[in-house]
């Protein structure tokens, strides 16, 4: 009987830990196969307090089983069986265990919490900000802004540092590192070194509104000849005046509509106003549409400029009815034609993470 239940304990818990890693989309969410010491360290831990948990458990259902079934009634008794009161060794023994526990768990976590806490030397930073519902990334030692996907360099060392420039967010890269608050006028930092190649998916994790659940991103994570070459073209870039009639009209309509909320290097300054919503400069370099929402194709793109707050309920951004389907497909190319040359961001499934 003993052994019936410690195969079906065993069995139990064998299935938990090898439950399959999470999914979202084509992205595999998986912390006990990591990409970074990040994760590994913080894998770690889970795996010794997994494993103090399934001692705790099997300890105390097998002496829960066995006394059940030692003293279960069995029509024989003659009287009441004799009685006594407490067990000084016992319970002397039930709390220094679990107290001793605790110690080991904490002095595990808190040498954990160091050895991520340094900044290696050479590091780079990044800062990000939380707006509903997307992200901002200023590069201060490069003097580049990009925003809703952060593209970095792999193998590097990197200080992001987190605030919120309306209400509290909560920045997470599931695969790549843990999860830090963005809190305004606060900066929290996350250290962190991306050691495999890739289109890694993150997501708000405190809730800030409407489309919190659509407040999403992507972290490219590249080979450094591409981030330099990115860097250098981001730098560089300046919009080209429009090649063709369409390209002018997308201009001239960007200009009227969008350019008083969205900056656009050469066409459109960053300033107060311009710095509250995402940056357009190379919009054609962009992988996803709407802060990591659908594939940034035309087809998105042209119904995102007709009623944006319809697809992403809550935006500050308005639905321009008034504009036809030749005035937005006009826009549509006139942001698409902006582009960093030759840099591609997207990556096949096997190399999302
Ligand atoms: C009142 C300010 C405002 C105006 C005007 C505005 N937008 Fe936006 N736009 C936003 C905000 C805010 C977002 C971010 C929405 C989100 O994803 O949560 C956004 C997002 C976008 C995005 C997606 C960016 C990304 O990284 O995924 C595109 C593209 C865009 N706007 C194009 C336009 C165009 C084209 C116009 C003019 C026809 C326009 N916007 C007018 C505020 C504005
Ligand atoms: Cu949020």
């Not at 139990?12 to 999914?23: D, E, I, K, R």
Request: hydrophobic fraction near 40%.
């Amino acid at each position: 009987m003993l052994q019936r239940i410690g195969v079906i304990t065993a069995l139990v818990l064998g299935l938990a830990l090898a439950a399959s890693p999470g999914q979202v989309g084509n992205h595999v969410l998986d912390i006990l196969n990591p990409s970074t010491s990040y994760n590994r360290e913080v894998g770690y831990l889970l795996r010794w307090v997994l494993a103090f948990a399934a001692v705790v458990f099997v300890v105390v259902t097998g002496l829960m089983t066995y006394v059940t079934l030692k003293f279960r009634r069995t029509g024989r008794e003659t009287g009441e069986p004799v009685q006594f009161h407490g067990n000084d060794r016992i319970e002397v023994l039930s709390i220094i265990i679990p107290t001793l526990i605790v110690f080991i768990i904490f002095g595990l976590t808190a040498q954990s919490m160091f050895k991520l806490d340094r900044i290696p030397p050479g590091a780079m930073t990044v800062e990000v900000k939380g707006w509903r519902y997307w992200w901002d990334y200023h590069y201060p030692e490069q003097g580049i802004r990009n925003s809703s996907e952060l593209i970095v360099p792999v193998g590097k060392p990197l200080v992001l540092e987190v605030t919120g420039g309306d209400v509290i967010h909560s920045y997470r890269i599931t695969s790549l590192v843990g999860t830090q608050d963005a809190i305004p006028g606060f900066t929290t930092r996350i250290i962190v070194t991306p050691e495999k190649v890739g289109d890694y998916y993150g997501q708000c994790v405190e809730l800030c509104g409407a489309s919190h659940a659509n407040m999403r991103f992507r972290v490219k994570v590249v080979p450094q000849e591409t981030f330099d070459r990115f860097v250098q073209e981001a730098k560089a870039y300046q919009a080209p005046p429009p090649s063709d009639p369409t390209l002018a009209k997308g201009e001239s309509l960007f200009k009227a509509n969008c350019a008083g909320c969205h900056a656009l290097k050469g066409v459109s300054p960053v300033n107060p106003a311009t710095l509250q919503n995402p940056d357009l400069t190379f919009f054609g370099n962009r992988t996803t549409l709407g802060s990591g929402m659908w594939p940034n194709t035309p087809q998105y793109l042209e119904a995102w400029i007709k009623d944006a707050p319809g697809l992403k309920p809550g935006i500050r951004m308005p639905a321009f009815p008034q504009l036809s389907s030749a005035d937005v497909k006009a826009i549509a190319d006139y942001l698409l034609s902006h582009k960093l040359e030759g840099l591609d961001f997207n990556f096949p499934e096997s190399q999302r993470y």
